[in-house]
């Protein structure tokens, strides 16, 4: 043994070998390509919004502001179908937030939490739990927007906006 080296305690010994198990089992991901897969799959829903939009505005006549609902409609009503047939998870695992960031991400969270609790029943589980996820989404949304609210009251005051 070397001359400043003191021997390892027990503890270290568990420390060291507990490092080295996380090691092995963590996964080694590269940021670059997930970046990637999240820039794609968000790219290919906003395409697809895209594609009703124009559908919905040049063939059928609607309005903008009609046809963007239509777009919302049909994009949360496919995300909630995919997540009811378990595909659109698959998707958030390889397209991670170019999934759940937009409003398909959102719907998903929605009823993945309808899903998981239904067993518990229609009132204790579905309509206690369904907005565990999306409920901080829905809590930090609209108290961001009326800190924002606020903030653009107080500059149109001073003159500012």
């Not at 001359?3 to 070998?17: G, L």
């Amino acid at each position: 043994m070397a001359q400043n080296q003191k021997p390892q305690t027990m503890q270290e010994k568990k420390e060291q070998a507990y490092q080295q198990h996380v090691e092995q089992v963590t996964p080694k991901y590269s940021l670059s390509w997930r970046m990637c897969k999240a820039f794609v799959t968000g790219g290919i829903i906003c395409l697809i919004g895209q594609l009703i939009l124009n559908y919905a505005t040049n063939t059928v006549g609607l309005d903008k502001e009609t046809a963007g609902s239509w777009c919302s409609m049909l994009l949360v009503l496919t995300s909630v179908i995919l997540t009811g047939f378990n595909l659109y998870p698959r998707l958030v695992e390889w397209g991670g937030a170019g999934a759940l960031v937009p409003i398909t991400g959102f719907a998903n969270s929605i009823v993945s939490a309808a899903i998981e609790y239904q067993k518990e029943g229609q009132v204790f589980g579905i309509g206690c739990k369904i907005f565990t996820i999306a409920g901080p989404v829905i809590l930090y949304g609209i108290f961001t927007s009326w800190v924002l609210g606020i903030v653009y009251w107080v500059m149109t005051l001073l003159g500012v906006v």
